[in-house]
């Protein structure tokens, strides 16, 4: 899950299970309390049919039946075609999940988590209110999904949990970087790919960010809205701003939280990231160091080194778990970024490493586990999968051995710390099927305001991202958060929430550029 597909650069983190994976539940927020509320009854408007092709009628004009799933919440089933072109070659189905506004609702807000992969239905289920603040759950029926090839959707599948193991903590008995190393690798995505292509039923070639924003005009319409209102974090702002170009008519208020840069190539969006990693790994050694319980010395400069080493160390000499595993650097990395997501995962960080020091990678396995969506030995989503499948179809791939040296190169003087443990073959190279997706500027003509959060110093997405989505935009209002971490709504930060509700509930546009410390 943790190898960047689509170039041969590791995509570690951002587009990488956003918000809803590593930062959730390292903030202690996954399994939030969900507020209580006496039953109500299940009700949905008269699906949205205008302008429908005749072909797609079938689809636009189904009835929801929903069912009960949680005090405040219920659940159906969208079916959607396999292949939007030829919508009478097949079916897909959409898990989806809502929950209903506790006061009068002003209509459906539709969220994504990010990824590609994460679930929408168990961030809603599970963590209401860390993906939405108090003002929408009262205003809104919530709604979370799980795009097409995630989840409870008709789903992509290639592992059980043995053969994942060895895939994403496997350690290659071949040395680092050599053209046996290399050839291992490949072959281990190669093996990954031919077992998506024959356990997921066809769907592969279907598995692209477009598909999915039909498939999210398909939920508006049955739910019966005229217009999409959104929140989509991380990947979700991809995806979202993908939906405002196929449909601009139907884009309503949109919030874009922690965005992806459309038009970055695959090589530079690898480069960006690991940049951004090393910058909140610097911000992170500064607080460890400021600490007093710090398991480095000295400097920020001769601190990082000194992980260096410990990184090294590991590759050398992988570290024997409780559980038998064995951990290398690669998985090492996994849990140092995995706690850079959020402030809140640092003292958890602190931990990993003054245990990786003294040769024991427990909190570094817990760590690096929430960021594959391993639990007790069980992968509890197949967020893994679908985040190869999206990617793999969505990126061109990119053949350009000068590029890559140049890039390889601005990682190293960049990233000292990650750059030897961000390269690697580039999985994609082997799926079974061609990349559809282009790289492109979106401008979305004809859809209204836009707003796009950025972190200053988020390093899953980072800020250059989010100024330059904007800017792309033809109506978009860029919202700047002060601070750490990953995306910017409803952390804490009144300035970003208060802007961001007031869209929602009242389509109050904030001023472009403003800037919340």
């Known amino acids: 899950m943790n190898n960047r597909p689509t170039s041969r650069f590791r995509r570690a983190a951002a587009v990488i299970a956003g918000l809803a994976a590593a930062s959730v539940a390292l903030s202690g927020c996954l399994y939030s309390m969900i507020p209580e509320q006496s039953s109500r ?45 030829n919508p009478g070659e097949g079916d897909i189905t959409l898990s989806v999940v809502r929950h209903r506004a506790e006061g009068t609702p002003v209509g459906s807000l539709l969220t994504n988590p990010g990824g590609p992969g994460a679930s929408g239905v168990d961030l809603i ?25 995630v989840g409870g959707s008709t789903a992509v599948t290639c592992y059980d949990a043995p053969q994942m193991d060895e895939y994403l903590y496997g350690i290659p008995t071949a040395a680092r970087g050599t053209a046996d190393w290399e050839a291992e690798l490949l ?7 031919e077992a998506c292509d024959a356990n997921s039923g066809g769907i592969l070639p279907h598995i692209t960010t477009i598909n999915a924003a039909r498939d999210m005009d398909l939920i508006r319409a049955v739910l019966g809205d005229k217009q999409l209102n959104y929140l989509g974090y991380s990947y979700g702002t991809f995806l979202g701003a993908t939906y405002a170009k196929l449909y601009p ?28 990693f090393e910058s909140a790994l610097r ?8 600490s007093g319980n710090c398991p480095f010395n000295g400097s920020v400069d001769e601190a990082m080194a000194d992980l260096g080493a410990l990184l090294a160390s590991v590759d050398r000499t992988p570290l024997k778990n409780g559980d038998g595993r064995m951990m290398g650097a690669d998985s090492l990395l996994t849990g140092i970024i995995t706690a850079l997501y959020s402030e809140q995962s640092w003292s958890a960080l602190t931990q990993a490493l003054d245990e990786a020091l003294q040769g024991d990678p427990t909190t570094a396995f817990y760590l690096a586990d929430a960021y594959n969506s391993r639990e007790n030995g069980v992968y509890i989503d197949n967020s893994t999968e679908a985040f190869r499948a999206y990617n793999c179809m969505d990126y061109p791939v990119e053949d350009d051995p000068a590029a890559e040296a140049a890039i390889e190169a601005k990682i190293a003087k960049g990233a000292p710390t990650i750059a030897p443990y961000w390269t690697g073959p580039d999985s994609c190279e082997v799926w079974p099927y061609p990349p559809t997706g282009t790289r492109d500027e979106i401008t979305a003509e004809g ?16 800020y250059e991202w989010s100024e330059s989505l904007a800017d792309q935009l033809e109506e978009g209002v860029l ?13 804490g930060n009144s300035c970003v929430d208060d802007a961001v509700e007031a869209f929602l509930l009242d389509d109050v546009v904030p001023e472009d550029g403003l800037r919340c410390e």
């Open 447 to 462: 859809a209204g305001p836009i707003l796009v959060i950025g972190t200053t110093n988020d390093p899953a997405t980072p």
């Open 283 to 290: 911000a992170y050694m500064q607080d460890c160091l400021e």
């Open 479 to 491: 919202i700047t958060r002060v601070g750490e971490g990953h995306t910017g709504y409803n952390k």
């Open 249 to 276: 008519e139907k884009a309503g208020r949109l919030v874009l939280d922690g965005a992806i840069d459309p038009a970055v190539p695959g090589l530079e969006v690898g480069a960006t990231q690991a940049l951004g």
């Open 187 to 193: 072959d281990a995505h190669r093996s990954f790919a």
């Open 41 to 85: 009854p299940s009700t949905t408007s008269a699906p949205d049919t205008e302008g429908v092709a005749e072909d797609l009628l079938p689809f636009y004009s189904q009835e929801l039946v929903w069912s009960d799933c949680g005090v405040g919440f219920d659940c159906t089933d969208v079916t959607a075609p396999l292949d939007w072109e």
């Open 125 to 149: 289920l599970n963590s209401l209110d860390f993906a939405v603040g108090a003002d929408i759950i009262e205003n809104y029926d919530v709604i979370g999904f799980d795009p097409r090839g």
